[in-house]
């Protein structure tokens, strides 16, 4: 079974826009971690915003904000006032911390985002 | 520039040939990790390192492929007698371990491999 799941391929937004990008996942360990990475053309994995599953606030970082539901399993991703830099692949990931003690991620298929001007 | 660096961006081999590929992480940090990376899909893990322990494997990681990382700094990847499914890219991340939480990981710019 897929522990993250993108299940959009490609999405299209307006400059100055804001934008949701999904992510639900799967996993039975009470503690784990969830992180959103950008990655341009370039190919660089950039970090942008991570939320732990105790963490009672949803976690915001500038124009980022992660909308956690635990009961439903789902960490989207929302971007507010889309810029033409945005444009780029997003991937959801995910550290489960009992079975996982080197904390590597899984990640999704990820989301293509393209700005519009 | 302290981020994680690597070295080559780019390879292109001939099938059967050894390639090496270089990490160097974020000099505090003590985790290391590869990732390969195929077109169109997420990265997936292959092996990670604490300090110069290599502590975990993925089933990804063959025979062929070796990894090291002497003295708990730069890390060295290597791949024997390439095979064409071994082009992809090859990610580097680098974290550090702490009490707090959090536990990013910040990623080199990649690797790229292709195998003729």
């Known amino acids: 079974a897929q522990k993250i799941t993108q299940t959009q391929p490609g999405m299209f937004v307006q400059e100055k826009e804001a934008v949701t990008l999904d992510c639900t996942y799967d996993?039975?360990?009470?503690?784990?971690?969830l992180f959103w990475y950008k990655q341009p053309s370039s190919g660089e994995m950039i970090f942008l915003i991570y939320?732990?599953?105790?963490?009672?606030q949803n976690a915001t970082e500038g124009r980022y904000s992660l909308n956690f539901q635990k009961a439903r399993k789902s960490a989207n991703l929302v971007i507010s006032a889309s810029q033409l830099g945005d444009s780029a692949m997003y991937f959801c990931a995910m550290r489960e911390v009992r079975n996982n003690a080197g904390n590597m991620l899984t990640f999704g298929g990820g989301t293509r985002l393209m700005v519009k001007p | 520039d302290t981020g994680v660096s690597q070295d080559p961006r780019h390879k292109i081999t001939k099938r059967g040939q050894n390639v090496t590929f270089r990490c160097d992480p974020i000099s505090e940090h003590n985790r290391l990790y590869w990732y390969r990376q195929t077109l169109g899909q997420g990265p997936e893990f292959l092996t990670y390192?604490?300090?110069?322990?290599?502590?975990?494997k993925s089933r990804l990681l063959s025979d062929r492929f070796s990894a090291e990382r002497p003295k708990g700094s730069f890390s060295t990847l290597e791949i024997q007698r390439t095979e064409q499914g071994d082009s992809a890219m090859y990610l580097c991340a680098s974290s550090l371990a702490r009490a707090s939480g959090g536990y990013e990981q910040f990623f080199g710019p990649g690797t790229r491999l292709t195998v003729l």
């Open positions: 939320q732990g599953s105790y963490d009672q």
């Open positions: 390192f604490q300090n110069e322990a290599q502590l975990e």
């Open positions: 996993t039975s360990d009470p503690s784990y971690g």
